[in-house]
T-cell receptor
Framework: DAGVIQSPRHEVTEMGQEVTLRCKPI?????LFWYRQTMMRGLELLIY????????DSGMPEDRFSAKMPNASFSTLKIQPSEPRDSAVYFC??????????FGDGTRLSIL | AQSVTQLDSQVPVFEEAPVELRCNYS??????LFWYVQYPNQGLQLLLK??????LVESINGFEAEFNKSQTSFHLRKPSVHISDTAEYFC??????????????FGQGTILTVHP
């Protein structure tokens, strides 16, 4: 079975540019989670969805960040405008009900 | 609110030695408990979980963890480690039921380094 698929795997862009990260959850999973991982802050939950509806976005750092889930098989995390401090590894994870989450391999984002 | 404390940020050990990675949690409600492992440049992989039943849970690669409700702990152990066990390990909890939908609260991680 295919796992959680994230794209791109690596992204390097200049400050001020718009960045869009993509995630395809495992088929049949009804919850989707976006995380950010840095050396300084560790693993942070940014936002999560259940049945395509955002449940808790209190982890989103500021208005430059937005996330959408237009259908059960696709989600995006957008940063506009991007800043160097947004450099991190961004993970998407999915699960069904209260079963353990399955993680993608992440997107390594570098903002110059 | 829940919190997870991993008591050691780094644990160096020699190959074939035993290891224990410590995890304590705080929660006012019942929780599920998990250990995830992250190898370099990869995502997190579920290592083992405690949902209910026996308080001792095992993984397929020799790790085990014991849920201790009175001490609110879920320590991870392995009697003999291999070089390939070198990775970062995360302890996590999720609230049972409600509107959390499996939201995880993670500890800060423990880097296990196995030396030859």
């Amino acid at each position: 079975d295919a796992g959680v698929i994230q794209s791109p795997r690596h992204e390097v862009t200049e400050m001020g540019q718009e960045v869009t990260l993509r995630c395809k959850p495992i088929s049949g999973h009804n919850s989707l989670f976006w995380y950010r991982q840095t050396m300084m802050r560790g693993l942070e939950l940014l936002i999560y969805f259940n049945n395509n509806v955002p449940i808790d976005d209190s982890g989103m750092p500021e208005d430059r960040f937005s996330a959408k889930m237009p259908n059960a098989s696709f989600s995006t995390l957008k940063i506009q405008p991007s800043e160097p401090r947004d450099s991190a590894v961004y993970f998407c994870a999915s699960s069904r009900d209260w079963q353990p989450q399955h993680f993608g391999d992440g997107t390594r984002l570098s903002i110059l | 609110a829940q919190s997870v404390t991993q008591l050691d940020s780094q644990v160096p050990v020699f190959e074939e030695a035993p290891v224990e990675l410590r995890c304590n949690y705080s929660s006012s409600v019942s929780v599920y408990l998990f250990w995830y492992v992250q190898y370099p440049n990869q995502g997190l992989q579920l290592l083992l979980k405690y949902l209910s039943g026996s308080t001792l849970v095992e993984s397929i690669n020799g790790f085990e963890a014991e849920f201790n409700k009175s001490q609110t702990s879920f320590h991870l152990r392995k009697p003999s480690v291999h070089i390939s066990d070198t990775a970062e390990y995360f302890c996590a909890v999720s609230v049972i039921g409600g509107t959390s939908y499996g939201k995880l609260t993670f500890g800060q991680g423990t880097i296990l380094t196995v030396h030859p």
